[in-house]
């Protein structure tokens, strides 16, 4: 059974730094691209960022030059180094990776609360 485990979530206040951060565990074959997701109230899921296998990464418009994707030596972990953090930034952060446990689907984490106070 493959699972990922978020962590790093919390309160923070608007110009502040939070790093999330993702790991999966199970019966991996391999991993292929990762990515953080996040959904405000009311609002739908979108994407924060991405990274591929090789390093590759791309960023929503909203976030470029302040957040950072990266992966762990492993390559099983997810960063999310997200700085000058704004109060819509405010949203519940989703890990999700395309993984092979024997065929390859997406697996998503529970989601950790960011939240940014002004």
């Known amino acids: 059974q493959v699972q990922l485990v978020e962590s790093g979530g919390g309160l923070v206040q608007a110009g502040g730094s939070l790093r999330l951060s993702c790991a999966a565990s199970?019966?991996?074959?391999?991993?292929?691209?990762m990515g953080w997701y996040r959904q405000a109230p009311g609002k739908q899921r979108e994407l924060v960022a991405d990274?591929?296998?090789?390093?590759?990464?791309n960023y929503a418009d909203s976030v470029k030059g302040r957040f950072t994707i990266s992966r762990g030596n492993a390559k099983n972990t997810v960063y999310l180094q997200m700085n000058s953090l704004k109060p819509e930034d405010t949203a519940v952060y989703y890990c999700?990776?395309?993984?092979?446990?024997?065929?390859?689907?997406?697996?998503w984490g529970q989601g950790t609360l960011v939240t940014v106070s002004s």
């Open positions: 999700n990776a395309d993984i092979n446990s024997g065929y390859t689907r997406r697996y």
């Open positions: 199970g019966s991996i074959f391999s991993i292929n691209a």
């Open positions: 990274i591929t296998s090789g390093g590759n990464t």
